[in-house]
């Protein structure tokens, strides 16, 4: 490829080093963070996971290019702010994604890595700009590109004075449709031939789905990936935009956790951290298991509702019922180190909302019954 001028291979590879991390070495950098910045809570929450975790960079984007205009497009500077202080607070870099001039001149003194989505990959202009600033660059590849229309994507910014590009296999579009997109894992090794630069893998908008997002992400450091870009939201049903795709914060954690021995496989090495347990740490932690125990109530009840639909109106409370459950539960919690008082009290009140909740139901039920055939009617 000879228009590979200055990102075509070399003798030695780039390494790319911003502050004290160090891109294309030995080490995998893992960088993790929501699709969106959508709340400074959010992101604190994101930025201590990617700490824990042993993660090095926090994302989040603020300026979303979206396939429809009419879905979340980003909260701006505001998000920028979100972004960085929640990294600075960690001390995590940062990046965020770029989609014009104006995006970017906003953003570039606040963070400490820009990237150029796969939408934006051949958008030249904004590579030349990219070129001309003083960030490391993080190229997404485009959806439908080649691996050698990537690397000239690349040659536009190294050619306009920015060495510091650092190249993502982020899935392209293929004919199949049980993923989003297909994420192309040879690509890192001929990109790695081709070119000094490093490479990384986003597994998370190849995939579309945060269940294959573990093994992709073991995969792409087995195919020689300097590191992983992965969606994690602190809530991820929640999230404005690339839910489906994001990692729990307890998945991401769990995955950095078992990169270490895949990165050693490969004679790279990933440090996984240690979980700080610090009040507002701990805090989190509360709010997630409160936030599971709703759920888990409100399951609860809308079985209890369909059991209700299932029983005579003089048959609701059920004390037998109601024995069994707390003969199981009161050894369990004392398993757990749970006092059985707390157990008991908190049942004789889920038994009696269950039992008005059915009483309720059911009332509801004869009457709508009453109304499509009144008695005495005509
Ligand atoms: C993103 O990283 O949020 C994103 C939009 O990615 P891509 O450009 O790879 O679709
Ligand atoms: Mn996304």
Known sequence: MKDLKLAGSKSTRSIIKIGEVTLGGKEIILMGGPC?????????????TVKSSGGKILRGGVFK??????????????????????AREEGLLCVTEVIDAKSLDLVIDKVDLLQIGARNMQNF????????????????????ATIEEWLLAAEYILAAGNPQVILCERGIRTFEPSTRNT?????????????????????SHAAGRRDLISSLSKAALASGADGLLIEMHPNPAEAVSDGPQSLTPEQFMTLAQELGVVAQSVKRVFVCGEPKETLESLRLEIDRIDHNIIERLADRMQIVRKVGAQ???DRVKDISREKDILQRLVPLAEDLQLSPELVKKIYALVFEFAVQSQIKSKLTQEKDLESLCPIGGK
Do not use: C
Request: avoid cysteine; charge should be positive.
């Open 36 to 48: 969106a910045v959508e709340s400074s809570i959010q992101m604190h929450q994101a930025a201590v």
């Open 65 to 86: 290019p979206r396939t429809s205009p009419y879905s979340f497009q980003g909260l701006g500077l505001e998000g920028a702010n979100y972004l960085v202080q929640a």
């Open 125 to 144: 202009e904004l590579l030349k700009l990219a070129g001309k600033a003083k960030k490391p660059i993080i190229l997404k590849r485009g959806l439908s």
């Open 183 to 203: 994420l192309d894992l040879s690509a890192v090794g001929v990109a790695k031939e081709l070119s000094h630069l490093p490479v990384i893998v986003d597994p």
């Open 311 to 313: 029983k005579r109106l």
